[in-house]
C-alpha cells in the first residue's frame, strides 16, 4: 500500500510542477520524451497509448492537445495508410528540454535526492523483476 500511495504522490506532485511552470500534464511531458527518444521522433499512435497507458481515445484527446500547441504532428505511414504517427515538431522538443529541467528537479528533490546510491541500486534492482511495457520501435514497414 505504501508503494501505491507514494507513486501517487509523487506523480500528483511532479505533474503539478509541470502544470505549473511549463503548461504540460506528466502524460503530455512523458509523450513528448517517447518521441524525442525514437528513431525519426516519431511513434505510431498506437505504441505511444501503450507506452503512456492510455486508451485510444484518451491518447487522441492527449495528442489533439499537443498538435494544436504546435508540439506534436501527424505522420502518415507510406506503406500502410491505416497507420497514424505522431511526430515531434522543434517547438515539442524545445518545450522538453525545458521542462525536463524541472521534471529532473523534481525527482531528485521528491525521489531520488532522498536515498543513497546504494539504496538507489537496491531499488532498481527491486523494480527490475516488476513486469514492465514492452518498448517495441513502433515503425511501419519499409517499403
Do not use: W
Not at 521528491?110 to 539504496?119: I, K, N, Q
Amino acid at each position: 500500500m505504501r508503494f501505491l500511495r507514494a507513486h501517487a504522490a509523487l506523480t500528483r506532485a511532479l505533474s503539478a510542477d509541470l502544470v505549473a511552470e511549463h503548461g504540460l500534464t506528466i502524460n503530455d511531458y512523458e509523450v513528448l520524451l517517447h518521441l524525442a527518444r525514437a528513431p525519426e521522433k516519431l511513434l505510431r499512435r498506437v505504441d505511444l497509448s501503450e507506452r503512456v497507458v492510455l486508451t485510444a481515445s484518451g491518447i487522441t484527446r492527449l495528442l489533439e492537445g499537443l498538435e494544436q500547441a504546435g508540439y506534436v504532428e501527424r505522420a502518415a505511414c507510406p506503406t500502410d495508410r491505416r497507420v497514424v504517427y505522431a511526430r515531434l515538431t522543434a517547438a515539442g522538443e524545445q518545450k522538453l528540454r525545458q521542462a525536463s529541467r524541472t521534471h529532473l528537479a523534481g525527482i531528485d528533490e521528491l525521489f531520488t535526492g532522498r536515498f543513497s546510491a546504494d539504496e538507489l541500486a537496491t531499488l532498481s534492482s527491486l523494480l527490475a523483476r516488476l513486469p514492465a511495457a514492452g518498448d517495441g520501435d513502433g515503425q511501419c514497414a519499409p517499403e
